[in-house]
């Protein structure tokens, strides 16, 4: 009983096709989250999205367009892929926007390899 | 701008050695804090959290952290580590965005090697 999945697990793929990473989350959740983690190993957060609002977007490139079609997925898709996509992509989900009383749940990753 | 800083990049210790990750953040407001682990190829998971009270807390695993609100810091302890320790520590803080909505600021990780 997964709390946050991710698909796939590894992508491996060529510089300018479009490829899409699946996340869900089976704890009634409100809010979830897209992390990169890049090859230093450095996390930084690059969309959030509450009962399916987008309410925080980091300064990424508009390659990149998240889609949550209900609270309890988020997915994002990637336009033209680059060499500087390859990382690890992490979602995460917590009960509530506002507070601080709560802590994320991560999921597995996607180790994403642009070719 | 908020951010979270991690001293240490890599650490290397012996079984039943003691362990302190340093972790500093910048940010006047109220925080809450976080450690978290991610063991080689796994998800990220939580060790500890401060939100509010008694500064000393303890965590999974026998780890704890010590929130010092003058120094700006929180960091995190083990008292003996031990070979399955080994793993990269994130320490991070829940920072406001926008208005009531709250965002997670990483550390750039720390690796703790244990050595059997």
């Known amino acids: 009983d997964t709390a946050v999945s991710q698909t796939p697990k590894y992508l491996v793929t060529q510089m300018g096709n479009d490829k899409s990473i699946k996340c869900e989350q089976n704890?009634?959740?409100?809010?979830m989250y897209w992390y990169k983690q890049d090859s230093k190993k450095f996390l930084k957060i690059m969309f959030s999205y509450n009962n399916k609002e987008l309410i925080i977007n980091e300064t990424v490139p508009n390659r990149f367009s998240p889609k949550s079609p209900d609270k309890a997925h988020l997915n994002l898709h990637i336009n033209s892929l680059e060499l500087g996509d390859s990382a690890v992509y992490f979602c995460?989900?917590?009960?509530?926007?506002?507070?601080?009383?709560?802590?994320?749940?991560f999921g597995p990753g996607t180790r994403l390899t642009v070719l | 701008a908020q951010s979270v800083s991690q001293h240490n990049h890599h650490v290397i210790l012996s079984e039943a050695a003691s362990l302190e990750l340093g972790c500093n953040y910048s940010?006047?407001?109220?925080?809450?804090l976080f450690w978290y682990v991610q063991y080689p190829g796994q998800h990220l998971q939580l060790l500890l959290k401060y939100f509010s009270g008694d500064p000393l807390v303890k965590g999974i695993k026998g780890f704890e952290a010590e929130f010092i609100k003058s120094k700006f810091s929180f960091n995190l302890r083990k008292p003996s580590v031990q070979w399955s320790d080994t793993a990269e520590y994130f320490c991070?803080?829940?920072?406001?965005?926008?208005?009531?909505?709250?965002?997670?600021?990483f550390g750039t990780g720390t690796l703790l090697a244990v050595q059997p």
């Open positions: 940010y006047g407001g109220t925080v809450n």
């Open positions: 995460a989900s917590r009960p509530g926007a506002s507070g601080g009383y709560n802590e994320q749940f």
């Open positions: 704890l009634g959740h409100d809010t």
């Open positions: 991070a803080v829940n920072a406001r965005y926008g208005g009531a909505t709250n965002k997670l600021i």
